[in-house]
């Protein structure tokens, strides 16, 4: 679905993106995450074409900046983290004046944003005036408005910032009902604990690079200890004690009051039979669990490199999560024929042995997306000169012939490349 390929973005001297290679497949509800300044809003304008990027390509459902801005745009829908709103146009009508920059009848407008209006929890909202709508109804109307034309793509930059807790549970259960109708959304934010609840898989950048990538579960487990057990004991500690020290190959890490931690429980089978024979020998269990790191904790660990934690340089095109093979290096996950390795998609022994996707040799003669000389620094997907040095979300001068994202919105992005802000050495406005 999305592929960014060897994505850089410089401002003189400063390189806002370096390197950046992505791939999000289809219907995945993908998490953007690292600190400020890291780079993601403005690697997010890049992807919607609200950004020229210095080199680098990016592919939405084989649409690219290289065939032609319009296409690439069309297939998708963007939330910015702030937005402007008309102060006299009621809900309906607002979605009627974007249905008809996106070229759509008034008649099939009124039918999908009836729908839509549904699906955001707003019908009942269509007669009031938006500047009267609390944030959280203002964003999820933009959501609604996003998806006005049937995007391929949502991408969301800080969908729940500034909303009250209520209102961030109605945002994340709206982006899962979208992932679950098929939706592919790529969401940037800081609330660490929404993005490890609702998104499937997750990249986290930091310094202007993607230092990790893969599915969540994947990112979870980096610096586990698999034979590491935590056993909630309610009654009778020092009996589970010396229990757990007549287990041949069981240590005894730590004792709390009502916790015991032991290390060599290398299988669920272990793990069971270790707890049931506390439970027949009278200990009360409240309860056991492998040792997890939050997403918090990895996030710190590999932004700060924290001394003890993960590896800070995990880095999905080398030997990626937890010292293991890379997921886009030579061998990707149990140490297979690689993602994007010498032996991938191309003809050679492609992903789990079977015949290759497509040639090495891919798109316009470059060396391909899944060549050896991909990824990594090496040459790129199709060619490393993307974007035709277009402004705006859906061509030059964008619908309306205005300047602005998506009409005369007097609010809305400018795509002046003076907007920029290129004087402060960062991203749009200072920010990312």
């Known amino acids: 679905m999305l592929y960014v390929n060897n994505l850089f973005k ?14 999000v497949p289809k219907g995945d509800l993908f998490g953007f995450v690292g600190p400020n300044g890291a780079g993601k809003t403005t690697t997010i304008r890049i992807i919607c074409g609200l950004l020229k990027a210095t080199s680098g390509e990016v592919i939405v459902n084989g649409a690219s900046g290289a065939v032609g801005m319009m296409a690439l745009k069309r297939t998708i829908g963007y939330v910015p983290d702030f937005f402007g709103v008309y102060d006299n146009l009621k809900v309906k009508e607002y979605l009627e004046f974007y249905g008809s920059l996106y070229g759509m009848s008034y008649k099939e407008t009124e039918g999908v944003a009836d729908g839509l209006l549904d699906l955001v929890n707003l019908a009942d909202k269509k007669e009031v005036y938006v500047d009267t709508l609390s944030r959280g109804m203002k964003q999820r ?5 996003a998806l006005l034309h049937n ?7 800080e969908p729940s910032s500034g909303l009250d807790p209520g209102a961030r549970v109605e945002m994340k259960e709206l982006l899962m009902n979208l992932q679950s109708m098929g939706k592919t959304i790529v969401i940037s934010s800081h609330i660490l604990a929404d ?21 969540m579960k994947d990112i979870l487990s980096i610096g586990n200890d698999a034979s ?9 500690i020092e009996q589970a004690v010396t229990i757990m020290r007549e287990q041949p190959n069981v240590q005894i890490e730590a004792v709390k009051s009502n916790e015991i931690i032991v290390t060599g429980v290398d299988t669920d089978e272990m793990a069971n039979s270790l707890v049931g024979q506390l439970m027949v020998r009278g200990v009360l269990v409240g309860g056991f669990h492998r040792d997890e790191h939050s997403l918090e904790s990895i996030f710190m660990d590999i932004t700060e490199g924290r001394a003890g934690g993960v590896n800070a340089n995990v880095n999905p095109a080398q030997n990626g999560f937890g010292g293991q093979p890379g997921f886009a290096g030579p061998n990707n996950f149990g140490g297979q024929p690689g993602f994007t390795g010498p032996n991938n998609f191309g003809g050679q022994n492609g992903f789990g042995g079977q015949p290759g996707f497509i040639d090495p040799n891919s798109f316009g003669g470059q060396p391909g997306f899944t060549d050896p000389n991909s990824f990594g620094g090496q040459p790129g997907f199709i060619d490393p000169n993307s974007f035709g040095g277009q402004n705006g979300f859906a061509g030059p001068n964008n619908f309306g012939g205005q300047n602005s994202f998506a009409g005369p919105d007097p609010n809305a992005y400018q795509n002046n490349e003076s907007n920029y802000n290129q004087q402060n050495g960062g991203d749009m406005n200072g920010q990312n």
């Open 228 to 236: 590491r057990l935590i056993i909630e004991v309610k009654s009778d």
């Open 195 to 215: 993005i490890s609840e609702m998104c499937n898989s997750i990249g986290i950048m930091n310094h202007g690079q993607l230092v990790a990538a893969g599915l």
């Open 141 to 145: 109307l933009c959501v609604a408005r």
């Open 151 to 157: 995007p391929e793509l949502l991408v969301m930059d």
């Open 10 to 23: 410089q401002y003189g001297n400063f390189t806002a993106v370096s390197n950046l290679n992505l791939h």
